[in-house]
């Protein structure tokens, strides 16, 4: 940190110096950031900004007055200091001056600070004699004060009166308006321009403003360690960066290696078993022939022709039969290849998210210390022009200068609280797995593993249509604000508290929001009267859309969304349309999707591995369809004729798929509800599990290191998790 100047000798010019011309202070102001300017180079800069000031040293910006650089605080502390200097300097060069007293033209001896001017030694003398000039004593400087070299900025700052009255010239300014911006005043003003204002006495109110500034110095001097230590972490945060995503890769490859070693293990057993079949069809049918061809020669003459016939009919059901198991084996060949290049694919899409995140991460910590640093120079300045202000006399100084000091100090405080947990959301890498198509049966705790109310929205009832978890864990919600024309994302945490929220204005007296994670920080969003298709970054808070209705040029309401940011696709189902709207991430329409007839109004829809699974309204039924709009197969329903309504659909990490099933279509009202879990291959039912009255949409993601179940309710504001388990 830097010290403070103690003595006369101890400042150098450079302390004096400009940085925008590197001469002496010339009319010094003050920007709010405490760095000095000279009034001139101050408005050089306003010109050349066209009026965006920013401070030259630390970029921090200022407002500026409407009368320029006349209109900022005048440096009184630098002022006194350049006026010390410049009669130093002429003691030192034996500078010759007017005595002010008898006019003659001599060498510089003492200065008398209540006359402004110099004196010769005689008169020198005069004043500490004649009893008339008593109250000048205090303020004489003599060139043996300069040379003893302990003149202290307190012993210079002593010799400064206090200003006279700008009103009552001959008068001594002991009071400060406050009502006027600490204005120097006589007493005289109190019964005059000032009579109602608010006055202080200058001694008393410059003492409560330094108590005031070495408390705050106090407290931001204690801050320096907090900040040295948040750019150490930040640095150790960059190794880890580094080491997280080298660990990532490394268990990518792994896990890759092994089901790959495995695939090539089935296919050499696949290989042989077809080997050994046809081995066996042929030993099979060599045998028998065998048997025939001794029958045929005890019976020659009488069974040549049957014989024929038969031989006939035996080669061509080997034949066949070969050729049958032929293409059983290619079969199981050709889909273990696809798994073997799908398992590669996502290997490399893996290894190429976690490596971008790696580079945006790393570009985050270099921000994060050039900020750091930034801010430990700006509480270096804060510090030094804080304790110089403690050390000075001059009751003006402190009160002109200390409040201002005081605000930048509060506010650079609050700068530096909260940066660092920030920061360690980079150690967050997207949870990426590799999707092998074996689900399992899972079993779905009945009763939520936890239940919370989630802050604002459990109180003020406002509806939830969506929810959604990015891959490192961020959770949005969205919906609508009853009667109030407005639709809100949040940003929630697992205790239920909002971290951010975007509220969005519409037409609808009751606007539905649904919401589907994209990628990184950007979840997709939809509204549903109003057809707006938009991007809300949760990281910065930002929302930006597109009207769907003038996209596609036709009416609509928007009723599902689902996204694939690895293919740049954001997928738009609406209400009683059997087409698939695909957007890009600039919300450009690429193409769209004709489903089956069958399928009318997509109340939900989610895209895993090239499938797109359908909840829809009116024919109340679930489907597998592909990315054409192909129907590969319908969800088989749940045994219970009650639950006859798919209303939410998700899938997990190992590929199953979850359905909510509901008792009729308002799931405003209290009723029963089952998810259902089927494989993704064949739409088969794994497990059927009933859960609690009053659910909504569903998402998952992962919590301690194991996959949950989200599933807020529809009204109420509850966030429900489900724990995920092998059956």
């Not at 005081?406 to 530096?416: K, M, N, R, V």
């Not at 919906?479 to 609808?508: C, E, M, P, T, Y």
Request: glycine share 6%; charged share 30%.
């Amino acid at each position: 940190m830097a010290t403070v100047a103690t003595t006369s000798d101890d400042i150098d010019d450079k302390f004096c110096q400009c940085c925008l011309c590197f001469k002496q202070y010339k009319d010094p102001r003050q920007l709010p950031c405490l760095h000095r300017y000279c009034s001139g180079c101050l408005d050089e800069e306003i010109q050349r900004t066209h009026g965006d000031l920013k401070c030259p040293l630390c970029q921090q910006e200022a407002d500026v007055p409407k009368d320029g650089a006349e209109g900022l605080k005048k440096d009184f502390f630098m002022n006194e200091i350049i006026e010390f200097l410049d009669i130093k300097k002429s003691f030192q060069d034996e500078e010759t001056h007017e005595c002010c007293d008898c006019s003659k033209i001599v060498k510089a001896r003492s200065y008398c600070f209540k006359c402004s001017e110099f004196l010769c030694d005689g008169c020198h003398e005069y004043h500490m004699t004649k009893k008339s000039l008593k109250e000048h004593r205090p303020y004489l400087l003599t060139l043996k004060d300069v040379k003893t070299k302990n003149l202290t900025l307190q012993k210079l700052s002593s010799l400064k009166q206090a200003p006279m009255c700008k009103t009552h010239q001959d008068d001594v300014s002991r009071l400060c308006c406050k009502t006027c911006e600490n204005m120097p005043i006589c007493t005289a003003c109190t019964y005059g321009g000032h009579k109602s204002h608010e006055i202080e006495d200058a001694i008393s109110l410059a003492t409560a403003k330094k108590e005031n500034l070495r408390n705050q110095l106090a407290i931001l001097t204690k801050s320096t360690d907090k900040l040295q230590q948040v750019v150490k972490k930040t640095l150790q945060l960059q190794k880890d960066v580094v080491a997280t995503a080298d660990t990532k890769i490394a268990e990518l490859d792994h896990d890759a290696g092994e089901e790959l070693n495995k695939i090539g293990k089935d296919l050499e057993v696949v290989s042989k078993e077809r080997s050994n079949v046809a081995k066996q069809i042929r030993d099979k049918w060599g045998g028998e022939r065998e048997q025939r061809q001794q029958a045929f020669e005890d019976k020659m003459k009488r069974l040549k022709k049957e014989h024929d016939e038969m031989e006939q009919k035996f080669e061509s059901d080997m034949d066949r039969n070969i050729e049958k198991s032929k293409e059983t084996y290619s079969k199981k060949e050709s889909k273990l290849l696809s798994k073997q290049e799908n398992v590669e694919k996502q290997l490399h899409g893996g290894k190429a998210l976690i490596s971008k995140e790696k580079e945006n991460k790393l570009k985050r910590t270099e921000g994060a210390i050039v900020n750091g640093k930034s801010r430990i120079e700006r509480m270096q300045n804060l510090v030094e022009t804080g304790s110089n202000i403690l050390v000075s006399e001059n009751n003006w100084t402190a009160i002109q200068n200390a409040d201002r000091v005081c605000a930048a100090s509060e506010s650079l405080i609050q700068e530096l609280d909260g940066e660092f947990s920030e920061l360690e959301k980079v150690l967050e890498y997207p949870q990426v797995r590799l999707s092998l198509g074996r689900a399992e049966k899972m079993k779905i705790s009945g009763e939520p593993v936890t239940e919370v109310a989630i802050e604002d929205i459990h109180k003020k009832r406002w509806v939830i249509n969506g929810v959604a978890a990015a891959t490192y864990g961020t959770i949005v919600i969205t919906g609508a604000i009853n009667r109030q024309r407005r639709a809100h994302i949040s940003v929630i945490k697992l205790d239920g508290k909002i971290s951010k929220q975007k509220l969005i204005v519409s037409n609808d007296e009751t606007p539905y929001c649904f919401c589907a994670f994209f990628r990184n920080d950007e979840f997709a969003i939809a509204t549903h009267c109003t057809a707006n298709i938009g991007l809300y970054n949760a990281d910065n808070n930002t929302y930006h859309s597109t009207d769907l209705r003038k996209v596609i040029n036709k009416e609509v309401k928007v009723w599902s969304i689902t996204a694939d940011g690895s293919n740049d696709q954001i997928i738009v189902g609406c209400e009683d349309d059997p087409v698939l709207y695909v957007l890009s991430g600039k919300l450009q329409l690429t193409r769209t999707i004709n489903l089956q007839k069958i399928i009318k109004s997509p109340r939900d829809i989610v895209v895993n591995n090239g499938t797109i699974f359908i909840c829809c309204q009116s024919s109340r039924s679930a489907y597998a369809a592909n990315m054409e709009g192909g129907l590969l197969h319908e969800l088989t329903k749940p045994d219970s004729m009650n639950f006859k309504v798919p209303f939410s659909v998700c899938t997990s990490n190992n590929g199953s798929v979850y359905v909510l099933w509901a008792q009729d279509d308002n799931l405003a009202s209290v009723q029963d509800c089952v998810i259902t879990q089927y494989s993704p291959d064949d739409g088969s039912l794994l497990t059927t599990t009933p859960v609690r009255a009053v659910q909504g949409w569903m998402a998952t993601t992962e919590i301690d290191g194991a996959e949950k179940l989200l599933s807020p309710s529809w009204h109420g504001g509850m966030l429900r998790v489900y724990g995920l388990e092998e059956d």
